[in-house]
């Protein structure tokens, strides 16, 4: 995954740190025995991935790759493995 840069864009770093926010809040909670504050952790986690899809719409995230890209990337790595 290193070649690819996955994951390497705002969208997707702003999606999970929002996500693992919302995850140290419901596990707070959870050991506090507080539903409500669980769920609000939960609603925190869910609330990253659409903040992160959303940044993705709006040209934040990896950019799709085209025909000949993905051809050149296919021919570099069949020279890479009969190398």
């Given at each position: 995954m290193a070649g690819s840069s996955h994951g390497h864009t705002p969208a997707a770093?702003?999606?999970?740190?929002?996500?693992?926010?919302?995850?140290?809040?419901?596990?707070?909670f959870m050991?506090?025995?507080?539903?409500?504050?669980?769920?609000?952790?939960?609603?925190?986690?869910?609330l990253g991935g659409i903040v992160g899809f959303a940044m993705k719409m709006a040209g934040l995230g990896m950019?799709?790759?085209s025909a000949e890209m993905a051809a050149a990337r296919a021919r570099a790595s069949e020279a890479q493995i009969t190398a």
């Open positions: 770093w702003t999606g999970v740190i929002i996500s693992f926010i919302g995850f140290c809040i419901a596990g707070l050991v506090a025995a507080n539903a409500l504050g669980f769920w609000a952790g939960i609603a925190v986690v869910l950019p799709k790759e």
